[in-house]
């Protein structure tokens, strides 16, 4: 039994697509609100004080930290 698939497309010469294009960073406008939904948090007034607290200590990196 072949391993081969007839209908996958073949190697290509393209060239690799540029870092820049394959990390976009969480830009640089964060809101508390956003910090808190990307921990998987409910929006409350201790969670958005935490979150504010977070943004004002490491900035956006805050965001880049929590996200894959």
């Known amino acids: 039994m072949s391993t081969s698939q ?7 010469d393209d060239k690799a697509t ?9 830009g ?3 809101t508390a ?4 939904l990307a921990a998987g ?6 969670n958005l004080a935490w979150a504010e607290r977070k943004l004002q200590e490491e900035g956006p990196a805050a965001m880049d930290k929590l996200l894959p």
């Open 6 to 12: 007839p209908d996958s497309p073949a190697p290509s």
């Open 41 to 46: 948090r409910d929006i409350t007034p201790k």
């Open 33 to 36: 609100e956003d910090l808190v």
């Open 28 to 30: 640089d406008h964060v």
């Open 18 to 26: 540029p870092d820049a294009l394959l990390h976009t960073g969480s």
